[in-house]
C-alpha cells in the first residue's frame, strides 16, 4: 500500500483541523500505466533517474516532453476518488507545499536545461484550492526554467463548485485553455450519501463559467455506479451535461475498495449497485452520448464530432500514454509533486509519497524519486500492442514485427489462443494478419489488453 500516511480511522470534517488525512492509491490498475506501480522498485533512485536523463540531454532518446503538477489538497471528502490527497483546509500547509512545488520545478528545469519544449501542461488535484497569485507563480517558473512554447494543451482540473481563490478568466489569463470538471452526480440524495453537495445549478454554472472565461475545451468526468443511484437518475444527470455542450465526457465506474479506501467502510456507504446495474447505467450513457452525437474515443471517453481527439482518431493519428489520449507524438512525462509518476525514455518513476519524505529530498537538492522500473525490451513491446488496440482498436502482425524483432504468432501463442473466448464473444476478429476488436470490444478494452499483460497472467 502507497500513500502519503494511512489512518485506520476516519477522522470526521470537525476533526480535520488538527489532522491531515491521507488517502491511498492502488486500489485498481491504471490503464495508462504500463507496467503497474506494484512493480516498481526503491532501487531506481534519483541517481537513476540522473543518469536516464543525460541519455536523453546526449541525445539517446529525446522526444517532446509534457509537464505535470500534482496539489494533493482536496476538501470537502469525496469517496469516488483514489488518488492521494489530504484534507485539510489550512492555508499554510498549501503555501508549504507550493513553496516546495516551486523548488521541484527549478531542480528539474536545472537537470533539463536546453531540453525540448513543452507544449502540454497538466494542472492535476485540488489547484483550484490555490490563490491566483500562486498558480502565477508556478506557471511563471514553468516559463523561466522550461522551453514553454504559446498555444499549447494548458490543462487545469477543476472541481463542479463555486471557485473561491481564483476565478475561470483569472484561470484563462494565466494561461490555461483547457480544463476538466469531475461531476459525481446531479441527484441530491447521491450526493449526500458521498458528502459532497454538488447541486444542478453548482455544475451547470462552473462549466458556463468555463465556456465564458474562453477555454477552448472542457471534459467533463461523470461517475456512475454510485451508492443509491440508479438507472433514471444516472440517465437525467448525464442529460443534464450534455445539454452544457462539453467538448468531451468520460465515463468512470465508481470503485468500491474499502479494503484501501476504509472510509468507504461505513455501512452509509456500502449501498453500490450490483454489476449487472452498473452496466446497465453504462450501456444507456452510451446510447445517450451517441444519440446526442458524441462519438466513442476509447476508455469509456467520448467527444463530439468536431474535437481533436475525434479527428485525430478518424485520420489514425490518436496517440495514447501516461496521461491518457492525446493528439501530440508519443513523449516524454515529467510530474512534479508529491507521488506523481513520470515517464523518462524506457523508465517510469514516482516522486516520494510521503510529503515529509518529499521535502526532506528537495531541500537536500535531490529529485524526490522513491522508486521506479526501467522497463524491458519485453514490456516495450506489450505496451505497443496496448496502446495501438486501444487507439485504433487494430494490431498489424507485420507492423509490429517491423519495430520488434520476433515473430508474432509464435512470440504471442499463448495470448492468440486465450483472444479466442473474446473471438466467441462477438469482441474480437483475429486472422492470419492482425487483430482487430470490434466495436462491442471497445467497452471491454481493458479486458482484451489484459491478455497481453505478462505481470497479470503471473498473478492469476
Not at 444542478?200 to 463559467?209: G, L, P, S
Not at 512525462?333 to 517510469?348: C, D, E, M, Q, Y
Not at 476478429?429 to 499483460?453: H, Y
Amino acid at each position: 500500500m502507497y500513500s502519503l500516511q494511512f489512518l485506520d480511522s476516519f477522522s470526521s470534517s470537525s476533526e480535520t483541523n488538527s489532522d491531515l488525512i491521507y488517502r491511498s492509491e492502488g486500489c485498481y490498475s491504471d490503464p495508462c500505466l504500463y507496467p503497474g506501480l506494484d512493480y516498481f522498485v526503491e532501487a531506481f533512485d534519483a541517481h537513476t533517474y540522473s543518469d536516464w536523463i543525460n541519455n536523453r540531454k546526449l541525445g539517446y532518446f529525446r522526444r517532446p516532453l509534457s509537464l505535470e503538477l500534482y496539489v494533493p489538497f482536496c476538501w470537502p471528502l469525496c469517496l469516488y476518488c483514489h488518488s492521494n490527497q489530504i484534507f485539510s483546509p489550512d492555508k499554510d500547509s498549501i503555501e508549504t507545499y507550493v513553496d516546495y512545488l516551486l523548488r521541484n520545478i527549478r531542480l528539474q528545469g536545472q537537470l533539463f536545461s536546453g531540453d525540448t519544449k513543452i507544449e502540454q501542461i497538466y494542472f492535476r488535484g485540488g489547484t483550484t484550492f490555490l490563490s491566483d497569485i500562486q498558480l502565477r507563480a508556478l506557471t511563471e517558473e514553468i516559463k523561466q526554467y522550461f522551453n514553454l512554447i504559446e498555444g499549447g494543451d494548458f490543462c487545469i482540473e477543476i472541481a463542479a463548485r463555486p471557485l473561491t481563490n481564483c476565478s475561470m478568466q483569472v484561470l484563462n489569463k494565466i494561461g490555461f485553455n483547457s480544463a476538466v470538471v469531475g461531476i459525481h452526480d446531479l441527484d441530491q440524495q447521491t450526493n449526500h450519501s458521498k458528502q459532497r453537495i454538488q447541486s444542478e445549478e453548482t455544475i451547470v454554472q462552473a462549466i458556463c463559467d468555463i465556456r465564458r472565461a474562453g477555454f477552448n475545451s472542457v471534459r467533463v468526468e461523470f461517475n456512475y455506479g454510485l451508492p443509491r443511484q440508479n438507472l433514471d437518475e444516472t440517465a437525467n444527470s448525464l442529460l443534464k451535461i450534455i445539454a452544457t455542450n462539453p467538448n468531451q465526457i468520460r465515463l468512470s465506474n465508481y470503485k468500491q475498495c474499502a479494503g484501501i479506501l476504509k472510509l468507504q467502510r461505513n455501512s452509509s456507504f456500502t449501498k453500490s449497485p450490483e454489476t449487472e446495474a452498473k452496466f446497465e447505467m453504462m450501456l444507456l450513457a452510451i446510447s445517450c452520448l451517441i444519440e446526442a452525437g458524441y462519438s466513442h474515443i476509447g476508455m469509456n471517453l467520448f467527444a463530439r464530432y468536431d474535437d481533436p481527439l475525434a479527428v485525430a482518431q478518424r485520420q489514425g493519428r490518436l496517440h495514447y500514454g501516461v496521461r491518457g489520449f492525446s493528439t501530440y507524438p508519443d513523449c516524454d512525462h515529467l510530474a512534479l509533486g508529491a507521488s506523481g509518476v513520470s515517464r523518462i525514455g524506457p523508465t517510469l518513476h514516482q516522486n516520494q509519497c510521503d510529503l515529509l519524505q518529499y521535502y526532506d529530498k528537495l531541500e537536500k537538492n535531490i529529485p524526490p524519486i522513491f522508486r521506479g522500473l526501467a522497463l524491458s525490451a519485453d514490456d516495450l513491446l506489450r505496451r505497443s500492442i496496448m496502446y495501438a488496440l486501444i487507439c485504433h482498436s487494430v494490431i498489424s502482425y507485420d507492423a509490429v514485427e517491423a519495430f520488434f524483432p520476433i515473430n508474432f504468432k509464435q512470440y504471442f501463442v499463448t495470448e492468440l489462443a486465450d483472444l479466442q473466448a473474446y473471438v466467441e464473444a462477438g469482441l474480437v476478429a483475429l486472422d492470419n494478419e492482425e487483430i482487430v476488436v470490434t466495436p462491442k470490444g471497445q467497452l471491454f478494452i481493458n479486458s482484451i489488453c489484459g491478455v497481453f499483460d505478462k505481470y497479470l497472467r503471473k498473478q492469476h
